[in-house]
């Protein structure tokens, strides 16, 4: 079993930051896939960006893209998520989930262990 814990979320305003952890523990392994995904009220949850088992490669929803930036502590078991210039629709919980693969995936079904999550709210 793998155990994952976020931390990081809160209240900001617009235009601001905040720095996501997703820790993980138990059996891990460098062959998992890690992605963050969200889900906001009334939607369904949904993919934001994924990293690789390596770190080598990323994925960032349109979104996101050029705001967010995923990044990956093989030492420590921890990914990361840098959130700059947030918006109030980037306001959800935000989750972290890996996968048994090398590579990540945008499909919430193809992700084995999940946190618990962590809010994010974003003012305007």
């Known amino acids: 079993q793998v155990q994952l814990v976020e931390s990081g979320g809160g209240l900001v305003q617009a235009g601001g930051s905040l720095r996501l952890s997703c820790a993980a523990s138990?059996?891990?392994?460098?062959?998992?896939?890690t992605a963050w995904f969200r889900q906001a009220p009334g939607k369904e949850r949904e993919f934001v960006v994924g990293?690789?088992?390596?770190?080598?490669?990323?994925y960032y929803e349109d979104s996101v893209k050029g705001r967010f930036t995923i990044s990956r502590d093989s030492a420590k078991n921890i990914v990361y998520l840098q959130m700059n210039s947030l918006k109030p629709e980037d306001t959800a919980v935000y989750y972290c989930a890996i996968r048994g693969s090398y590579f990540h995936s945008r499909d919430v079904a193809a992700y084995q262990f999940w946190g618990q999550g962590t809010q994010v709210t974003v003012s305007a």
């Open positions: 138990g059996r891990t392994s460098s062959g998992y896939a």
């Open positions: 990293i690789s088992a390596s770190g080598t490669s990323t």
